[in-house]
């Protein structure tokens, strides 16, 4: 038996890369202006933006990471720290070409995001206007 949405959207396969000797997973949804989320402590980049990625990614270059020892990332030899994360988070961006992006971190990835702020300073894009508004975020929570 084979079952098939035809309306559903081809799936995002993650991606791996070396960073500071881990092998991180992330993914890349969507296409605009870079949006890197970074999930809370414990969880993954599913299980934090699974229900807004797709609708972030309507008007975004979604960058979602999994950091050292969440989801799809391996532990490896070294401490955890929110400045290794920070530091392996801008190892990525990096990687990928990315000089500028606006950074979103929901709980300890908030944490995340501010030593990104703090040591990283060159990526975060300067604005003085959020890109995502509370409406955006309605409509991705309750589909209005």
Not at 62 to 82: K, M, N, W, Y
Not at 96 to 116: H, R, V, Y
């Amino acid at each position: 038996m084979t079952l098939f949405q035809t309306d559903a959207e081809p799936a995002q396969i993650g991606r791996y890369t070396a960073v500071n000797g881990l092998k991180m997973y992330y993914e890349i949804h969507g296409s605009g202006k870079p949006l890197v989320l970074i999930h809370g402590g414990g969880s993954t980049i599913e299980s934090t933006f699974g229900r807004v990625l797709p609708e972030l990614a309507k008007t975004h270059q979604v960058i979602a990471v999994e950091l050292q020892a969440h989801g799809r990332t391996l532990d490896i030899d070294r401490p955890l720290s929110f400045e290794q994360d920070a530091d392996d988070v801008a190892a990525l961006l990096k990687q990928l070409k990315i000089e500028k992006a606006d950074i979103m971190g929901f709980s300890n990835g908030g944490t995340t995001a501010l030593q990104i702020s703090i040591r990283h300073p060159q990526l975060k894009t300067p604005t003085s206007k959020p890109t995502l508004t509370r409406k955006d975020f309605r409509r991705c929570l309750i589909g209005t």
